[in-house]
Nanobody
Framework: QVQLVESGGGLVQAGDSLRLSCAAS????????MGWFRQAPGKEREFIAA????????SVADSVKGRFTISRGNAKNTVNLQMNSLKPEDTAVYYC?????????????????WGQGTQVTVPS
């Protein structure tokens, strides 16, 4: 069974950095588009960043542009989210997603595979 496993979440102070990673259990995910979403308490799941299978195309939400960067690992079945200058409003559960597609997918409804999520907390 395909699994996505996120890691790297935690409790940090405003202005700090975190690096989230997501690893897919199958090598076939090297050809999959991957993305990051987040969901804060009482809010809908929000698109954060996406990357195509090769890493050559990315999309980043305006709310985090300039602070967050998405990249694929060398193994290509991993994806990283570098988060800099974290703010209290970045507090959420962050989810990794994947699906077979040519481009960087920004819509959650187009992803079939999801990780369990990792908590990021930035106290105010």
């Amino acid at each position: 069974q395909v699994q996505l496993v996120e890691s790297g979440g935690g409790l940090v102070q405003a202005g700090d950095s975190l690096r989230l990673s997501c690893a897919a259990s199958e090598r076939t995910f090297r050809r999959y588009a991957m993305g990051w979403f987040r969901q804060a308490p009482g809010k809908e799941r929000e698109f954060i960043a996406a990357i195509n299978w090769s890493g050559g195309s990315t999309s980043v939400a305006d709310s985090v542009k300039g602070r967050f960067t998405i990249s694929r690992g060398n193994a290509k079945n991993t994806v990283n989210l570098q988060m800099n200058s974290l703010k209290p409003e970045d507090t959420a559960v962050y989810y990794c997603a994947a699906d077979y597609a040519a481009g960087a997918i920004t819509s959650a409804s187009l992803y079939r595979y999801w990780g369990q999520g990792t908590q990021v907390t930035v106290p105010s």
